[in-house]
């Protein structure tokens, strides 16, 4: 529910008028806060241990413990229709993380999308991953079988 209060001034009158009515604003047409992206993180544990043999040969060897590797959410558009809240999250290399030298414009050709529609994070979905610009996948497993069965195209940064 959103509202008009005004004056902000010193007046002596007050007034509260509502801008819509009562449910007409989904929460899902919200950015995502601080809280969320914590969330976001945690839920996405379970996906990086099944993509790290993938990610350890693709990109040198880095590791998301070892906090060379991170999501990068783009929190643009919700989603397709309005009862809908998709989040892209893309992998990018920041081995700088540790002493302040950010290199968040080092993306890296791994990415999937997050269902956050429904405020319990159990009921979050991942889907559409993208490696190479191949794919979607439908989950983080399907990619990596098909990785180790060499069907598709395999990418190596150079070491160090």
Do not use: C
Not at 29 to 48: H, Q, S, Y
Not at 99 to 118: E, F, Q, R, V, Y
Not at 120 to 132: I, M, V
Request: aromatic share 10%.
């Amino acid at each position: 529910m959103e509202y008009v209060i005004g004056p902000l001034d010193k007046g002596e009158s007050l007034y509260v008028r509502p801008l819509s009515a009562p449910g007409e604003h989904a929460l899902i047409a919200r950015g995502i806060d601080f809280v969320e992206v914590n969330t976001i993180l945690k839920e996405l544990r379970p996906i990086e241990a099944v993509l790290l043999p993938l990610v350890r040969e693709s990109f040198d060897n880095a590791g998301f413990q070892s906090m060379d590797l991170h999501w990068y959410l783009w929190k643009g558009s919700t989603g397709m229709t309005e009862n809908l809240l998709e989040i892209k999250l893309q992998l990018y290399l920041d081995p700088g993380s540790n002493d302040g030298d950010s290199h968040i414009l080092d993306m890296l050709p791994l990415a999937l999308i997050l269902n956050t529609t429904s405020q319990n994070s159990s009921e979050w979905k991942t889907y559409d991953y993208h490696f190479l610009n191949q794919g979607p996948f439908a989950t983080a497993q399907d990619l990596l079988e098909v990785y180790n069965t060499v069907s598709i195209r395999k990418l190596r940064l150079p070491s160090g």
